[in-house]
C-alpha cells in the first residue's frame, strides 16, 4: 500500500518539483492587453464561423438528402401510381395528384428550411419559422387521411412528421449558433483598455 501511494505522489510530481496541482507559473491575475484580448475574441470569432458553417451545411445536407428522396417517390407516384408502400396505404383514400402536390409541398418546405439555415442575415432567418406553417398543413393532411385507414398505419408516420421535425431541429441548431454568436459580441463589449502602469 505504501508503495502504491509513493508512486502515486511520483505521478503527481512534474520536472520542477511542483506538484502537477499547483498553480500555473504565468501571473494570472495580471490583465490581459487590448491587443491580446483583440486576438482572443478574434480565434473565437474565426472557430465560431467555421463550426456554423460545418453543422449549417451537415444539416441542410440532411435535409437536401431527404428533398432528393422526395422527388423520387414524387416520380414514383406520377410514372408508377401506388408502387411504393407508403404511398398504396392511401390508394382507396386519396387521389394520385393529392399524394403528388403532398410531396411538392414537403419539398418547398425542406427549401424553406435550407434557405433559412444556409443565409447569415435575419431576414432569412425567417424562412425557418415560415415553413412550419405549410410543415403544420402537411402533417394535418396526412394524419387526416392516416386516421380514415382501415387500421392506423405507426410505419409510416415520418409522412406527417418529418418535415415539420426537421425544420424544428433546424431551427434549434440555428438558434444555438445564434446564441454562441451573441455571447461573443458579448465578449467584445466586455473587453476593456489595458494601460499599464
Not at 19 to 28: A, F, Y
Not at 61 to 88: D, R
Request: proline share 4%.
Amino acid at each position: 500500500m505504501q508503495k502504491l501511494a509513493r508512486n502515486w505522489r511520483k505521478s503527481h510530481v512534474d520536472v520542477d518539483g511542483n506538484g502537477v496541482d499547483s498553480l500555473p507559473t504565468r501571473d494570472d491575475s495580471r490583465p490581459i492587453d487590448t491587443q491580446e484580448q483583440e486576438e482572443l475574441v478574434r480565434s473565437l470569432e474565426k472557430t465560431l464561423a467555421q463550426q456554423s458553417l460545418l453543422w449549417r451545411s451537415v444539416f441542410a445536407g440532411l435535409v437536401s438528402c431527404y428533398i432528393g428522396f422526395l422527388v423520387y417517390s414524387i416520380y414514383q407516384q406520377a410514372y408508377a401510381p401506388w408502387e411504393l408502400p407508403y404511398h398504396a396505404y392511401f390508394m382507396y383514400e386519396v387521389g394520385s395528384g393529392s399524394i403528388v402536390a403532398a410531396e411538392l409541398v414537403a419539398v418547398s418546405v425542406c427549401l424553406m428550411v435550407i434557405t433559412g439555415l444556409m443565409h447569415n442575415s435575419r431576414r432569412h432567418r425567417l424562412w425557418l419559422w415560415y415553413s412550419f406553417l405549410p410543415g403544420t398543413l402537411l402533417a394535418i393532411f396526412w394524419l387526416h387521411h392516416m386516421l380514415r385507414l382501415a387500421k392506423f398505419r405507426w410505419d409510416i408516420m415520418w409522412l406527417p412528421l418529418t418535415p415539420l421535425g426537421g425544420a424544428g431541429i433546424c431551427l434549434y441548431v440555428d438558434h444555438l449558433l445564434d446564441s454562441s454568436s451573441e455571447e461573443i459580441r458579448k465578449l467584445r463589449g466586455y473587453m476593456y483598455a489595458y494601460k499599464a502602469y
